[in-house]
């Protein structure tokens, strides 16, 4: 179902990029410790490989582009959780690293930072949407 589809992401800061190239490692390594799992004792239920595999290549390929310099990426739906996931979590330490910080007098860094990485996670959240949900009528009525 969520073959072959992807979302235009513009990588608009280093921050978005490290953040996205993170998210990138996250899926690689959750959909190898889920092969590791079905290898061993413990099988997953409805572990599918060859969608282990799948996620694997589309969030290297994604890595691959990241790491060429791309300004504008393409984000594979069937990855855009774990990516998304990441960039909410780096959103998080930027924030808490703000609130922890009593003795910078320009928190302007950690805002322009969170702020960049919010963009690309609403721009990502925007992308996938029409796309899972195709035929989402309440949505299209309130647009």
Do not use: W
Request: with cysteine; aromatic share 4%; hydrophobic share 40%.
């Amino acid at each position: 179902m969520l073959d072959n589809m992807t979302v235009k992401l513009k990588v608009n800061s280093p921050a978005v990029r490290d953040a996205l190239i993170d998210g990138c490692a996250s899926v690689i390594q959750f959909e190898k410790r889920d092969r590791e799992r079905e290898e061993s004792t413990e099988r997953v239920c409805g572990f599918d490989p060859e969608r282990c595999e799948r996620r694997v290549a589309l969030a290297t390929a994604l890595d691959e582009q990241l790491e060429a310099g791309y300004v504008v990426v393409d984000v594979p739906v069937e990855v855009a959780d774990g990516v998304a996931r990441n960039v909410a979590e780096v959103i998080g330490e930027e924030m808490a690293a703000l609130v922890c910080d009593t003795y910078d007098k320009r928190p302007c860094g950690f805002i322009r930072r969170a702020g960049g990485l919010m963009e690309t996670l609403v721009a990502l959240d925007a992308g996938i949407q029409p796309q899972v949900m195709p035929f989402d009528t309440f949505t299209l009525a309130h647009q």
